[in-house]
């Protein structure tokens, strides 16, 4: 198993506190995970690897023009680098492609039985997997072009490829993240799955707030109450409409909901979360959490 | 302006309030990662503003619907408004007047070369060019100069009061920061030149007698990007080139005129971040590079903050129901702790650079979604009260 994290720092080192073959720059020890192109093992089951679009194209372009000699040219020559700077979706491309590299036998071996990919946030997720087809389509022949629409092939092809949108309990995430994956649905042949984060438990239900409303007289208790009642309504609110945005595609995106999880490190929390999928009761519901 | 106070002077002072951040700025940018509420923060600033009897403009170039979601304006989604380049008034009872405008990549970018173009066959060329169809919007860095582009224009015609920019959800805000650059290193003549030939009829230089006129390092490069990509690409990035050269001066000098107004004194950032760990790591390194690079980063916000409520943590609950409340409240109370560590750390950070007048903001979590003009005129109440 490899964690893809992507682009120039790395969130994983910081949040699992990771130590591996690379050096770091500031305050924050992610911050410049140089030297984790290559994945490295985590301790925690996975591999992980930072892959950014340069380190991806230039390990590509040394892959197709094998000269290293060629190669450095090629990066050295400011017409080059003022090209690669701007190109539209190059460096997105780059990253498509190292990812898909194993399976398309591209490149240096890359031998997981899955990749999972931390990709951005929705906006830039899809034009991260729209660049191979822009690219196949202004370049049109070539290698570049050959590999581009073997990415988008993968990409459209449910055996390979699956998509898990990551939302929050509140409104604009909520309508972001469906019409995300209504635009990935209509787009590509991604297997879709959703799951719906932080979800706060309230361990209260509505008869609990009339209690406090009618047994209680210290007014910031109830004043709090009536905030905390107001917080959980719109958070189920938000969790519902997901749901049933969900149900509308055909076929149906299955869902799962995960807590918020308090006062955790981050690898305490990737464990919790961990056992909590592993829990044979646990259905993905939000009823789940304390079986 | 980085003025000689001490950290513990600067931090200790009469906080600075975000009406006189909107008072010394024309423009104000708010940059930051993906869902802290950026869109939001620029929609509730520009409300002030017009509270304030200013006449403010709010700009996004992100085609996600969050500024009209965020100000009720079903108008910005209108596909007849996106092929426009006008502003929509916002219906507020304020003093002043609230302007938002969903800034449309595509058309600022072919404006803009047709008004530089003296020649109207020149832009008709340009735009038929298949690489610049593909690359006027993809171009890394477009959006990002279309955007500024269009704040430039807007920064000169003096219309406004105050112009609040919301910038795209980058993977890297830096990219926002860093497109005019380079676009403009594109358009150099040391590039440019490379795929013209002046003894040609035309101004055009032919892919075999590139390797004949150019240094070898930059005929060997542009043979391997011709193996990468086939000849047909490099034809058509010739004649991209040749088209855009009558106009490129223009290009690079309103480029360099971007980056200008980017450092002036009116024109402030304002970073926005999240409560959560890796917001606040991101938001560090951005505040950095803000610092590092001259720009006058003037506000933190920091949104989503747990409202510390010690009133609630030694409340004596009477009922099982309140025992559950008080317990709930704790623990929120101390995840809470362990974040403020981080937004401490950040607070100094930006404090050792930062000018007298730097605004920090912890914004409390809203018990709602934040939608409409009346959730964002309570919001920008709460922007007053809510320096940390």
């Known amino acids: ?291 | 302006m980085v003025e000689n106070t001490s950290v513990e002077q600067k931090l200790s002072s009469p906080p600075p309030s975000i009406e006189g951040l909107i008072q010394r700025s024309k423009v104000l940018i708010c940059v930051g990662t993906g869902g802290v509420g950026k869109t939001t923060t620029a929609a509730a600033v520009g409300v002030r503003a017009a509270e304030m009897g200013l006449k403010a403009l709010v700009l996004t170039i992100d085609p996600a619907k969050r500024l009209a979601t965020a100000l009720g304006l079903d108008e910005l989604n209108n596909p007849g408004l996106r092929t426009s380049l006008d502003p929509v008034q916002v219906s507020l009872d304020a003093p002043g007047e609230l302007w938002a405008m969903l800034l449309n990549s595509q058309l600022i970018f072919d404006r803009f070369l047709q008004a530089q173009s003296a020649d109207p066959k020149l832009f008709e060329r340009i735009s038929k060019n298949e690489l610049y169809v593909q690359m006027s919007t993809r171009l890394s860095g477009s959006q990002e100069f279309t955007a500024l582009e269009m704040l430039l224009r807007l920064y000169e015609s003096k219309v406004y009061d105050l112009i609040v920019l919301d910038t795209p959800p980058a993977q890297h805000a830096v990219d926002f920061l860093t497109a005019p650059k380079r676009i403009q290193a594109l358009f150099q003549d040391s590039i440019t030149k490379w795929f013209m030939n002046p003894d040609s009829q035309d101004g055009l230089i032919s892919l075999p007698l590139i390797g004949a006129i150019v240094g070898r390092g930059t005929r060997v490069a542009l043979r391997s990007l011709e193996i990468l990509t086939g000849g047909r690409f490099i034809e058509a990035l010739i004649d991209f080139f040749a088209s855009v050269r009558a106009v490129q001066g223009k290009i690079r000098e309103r480029l360099g005129r971007v980056e200008q107004i980017l450092h002036a004194p009116d024109v402030q950032f304002a970073l926005v971040t999240g409560f959560e760990s890796a917001k606040l790591r991101e938001a560090a390194g951005l505040a950095s590079l803000l610092q590092s690079q001259g720009y006058h980063f003037e506000a933190l916000i920091v949104n989503r903050a747990f409202v510390i409520r010690p009133d609630v943590g030694r409340a004596q609950p009477q009922t099982e129901s309140g025992r559950k409340l008080v317990e709930l409240y704790t623990e929120l109370a101390q995840d809470h702790e362990l974040r403020l560590n981080a937004v401490d750390q950040i607070r100094l950070q930006i404090a050792e650079n930062a000018s007298k007048q730097f605004v920090t903001l912890r914004v409390p979590q809203q018990g709602h979604d934040v939608v409409g003009v009346e959730d964002l005129k309570n919001l920008s109440l709460v922007f007053s009260r809510a320096h940390l």
């Open chain 1, 1 to 291: 198993m490899l964690l893809v994290e992507i682009g120039e720092s790395s969130f994983a080192v910081d949040h699992l506190e990771l130590s591996g073959p690379f050096r770091t720059e500031g305050a924050s020890r992610g911050a410049q995970a140089k030297g984790a192109h290559q994945p490295f093992p985590t301790g925690l089951g996975f591999d992980l690897a930072l892959w950014s679009g340069e380190s991806c194209l230039r390990e590509y372009v040394l892959h197709l023009l094998k000269l290293e000699k060629l190669y450095k040219v090629f990066f050295e020559n400011k017409v080059m680098r003022a090209l690669v700077n701007v190109a539209p979706g190059l460096n997105d491309v780059a990253i498509l492609g190292k990812i898909t590299s194993g399976i398309r036998r591209v490149g240096p071996p890359l031998h997981y039985d899955h990749i999972i990919v931390d990709c951005p946030s929705t906006g830039h997720a899809a034009a991260l997997f729209r660049a191979p087809q822009g690219l196949a389509q202004a370049i049109q022949v070539g290698p570049m072009a050959h590999h581009s629409e073997q990415m988008v092939r993968l990409l459209k092809d449910p055996k390979t490829s699956a998509l898990v949108t990551v939302c929050l309990p509140e409104e604009m995430p909520v309508t972001e993240s469906v019409e995300f994956i209504r635009d990935m649905h209509g787009e590509f042949g991604f297997e879709h799955f959703a799951v719906m984060n932080r979800v706060l438990q309230i361990p209260l239900a509505s008869e609990d707030f009339d209690s406090i409303r009618a047994g209680e007289t210290d007014p910031a208790l109830i004043e709090w109450s009536e905030q905390i009642s107001e917080f959980q309504t719109a958070q189920t609110k938000a969790m519902n409409d997901f749901k049933a945005a969900l149900q509308v595609f055909e076929p149906a995106v299955d869902s799962i909901v995960l807590p918020r999880y308090l006062s955790l490190s981050g690898r305490q929390l990737v464990e919790s979360i961990a056992q909590l999928l592993l829990r044979d009761s646990f259905d993905g519901s939000e009823e789940a959490f304390n079986g």
